[in-house]
């Protein structure tokens, strides 16, 4: 993906709106800096093809990675990429996928939807 992302980005591509739905960055607590930095570039290449008014559909199903961690993730890759972005509305699982107070791993997914300004 990354390899497809970074051709486009060479020829100039650009995309009203992308959807960024990786596997799981970290499967382990000791994985999580590793998949913070593959966050970090997977959206940092989606915001360079990204015009003005463009839209990202962002997600990360890593229990080990925060929804707060993700967002400062996602900042991180806007800057890096020269972009500024608002966030439009932040997701999760639904209704039908029930968390455990006694298991917070469990809110493992997590998205965000963003307007490229």
Excluded: M
């Amino acid at each position: 993906v990354n390899a497809t992302l970074r051709r486009l980005r060479e020829e100039g591509a650009q995309f009203d709106a992308i959807v960024l739905d990786p596997p799981k960055f970290a499967a382990s607590p000791q994985q999580v800096e590793r998949a913070a930095r593959a966050y970090k570039d997977i959206n940092r290449l989606a915001f360079h093809l990204l015009p003005p008014g463009g839209w990202l559909f962002t997600f990360s199903c890593s229990g080990g990675v925060s929804a707060e961690l993700f967002q400062k993730i996602v900042a991180g890759a806007a800057l890096d990429a020269g972009a500024d972005a608002q966030i439009v509305a932040r997701t999760g699982a639904g209704l039908d996928h029930p968390l455990s107070l006694h298991f917070p791993e469990g809110e493992y997914l997590k998205g965000l939807l963003l307007r490229r300004s």
